[in-house]
């Protein structure tokens, strides 16, 4: 079944020790986004690539990088985790284009950082 | 900049009684989609709303966008167990960003069985 699939599921890490989460997707679609979701808050866009374009949320913190290699995986640096970063992060994607396309989220990452 | 308020926050009720979500934007919206997030799981998609006093059913869910396109609502009629979880409205604006979708805080529902 075509999926978003992110890996791993949990991730522990240590203040300030790099990090990366990755996100792969057999839709094909064009859009990737990160998303940090704090408990009990909603997903805040941190940056998404349409195609190989990058574009970044004017509020996302240096701190987070993303990298897509291919249309199939994208990946979230996180380069010095601090403790207000632990947080679910989720992966979607959508079809190329329009604002009226559908997201399809990833089971998500959940960050803790200690 | 733009944002997109949902009420209530948390909403309890017994099995069998509705419910309703509302979510209002400061501006136009171009559409809005609605997710819903199970506990411990991810936000998935349920519906999008693209035209002025749009209204649509799934089952027991009646979505509608308001007139203005700056408002919508999520009705449930006799809760399940089922329907547990967070229900997410998202809205994309009129500026055509890409990535300009805007979740509201989400309205988490408990039912009492």
């Known amino acids: 079944d075509a999926m978003v699939i992110q890996n791993p599921r949990y991730q522990v890490t240590q203040f300030g020790k790099p990090v990366t989460l990755s996100c792969s997707q057999t839709l094909n679609h064009n859009v990737m986004y990160w998303y940090q979701q704090k408990s009990s808050q909603a997903p805040k866009l941190l940056f998404h690539?349409?195609?190989?374009?990058?574009?970044n949320e004017a509020d996302t913190p240096d701190n987070f990088q993303s990298r897509r290699p291919n249309t199939s995986f994208c990946f979230l640096d996180i380069r010095s985790p601090g403790l207000g970063d632990a947080a679910m992060y989720l992966c979607a994607t959508s079809t190329a284009g329009p604002q009226s396309h559908t997201q399809y989220f990833g089971p998500g990452t959940r960050l803790t950082v200690l | 900049g733009q944002q997109v308020m949902q009420i209530p926050q948390y909403q309890h009720v017994q099995e069998g009684e509705d419910f309703t979500t509302y979510c209002n934007s400061s501006t136009t919206l171009s559409n809005i989609q609605w997710y819903k997030q199970r506990p411990g799981g991810h936000p998935v998609f349920l519906i999008q709303?693209?035209?002025?006093?749009e209204v649509k059913k799934q089952k027991r869910l009646t979505f509608q966008f308001g007139e203005a396109k700056k408002n919508s609502s999520l009705h449930i009629t006799a809760t399940q167990t089922t329907d547990v979880g967070t229900y997410f409205c998202a809205g994309w604006g009129d500026g055509g960003s890409q990535g300009n979708l805007i979740f509201g805080k989400g309205t988490k529902l408990s039912v009492k069985p």
């Open positions: 690539y349409y195609d190989k374009d990058f574009n």
């Open positions: 709303l693209v035209k002025s006093g």
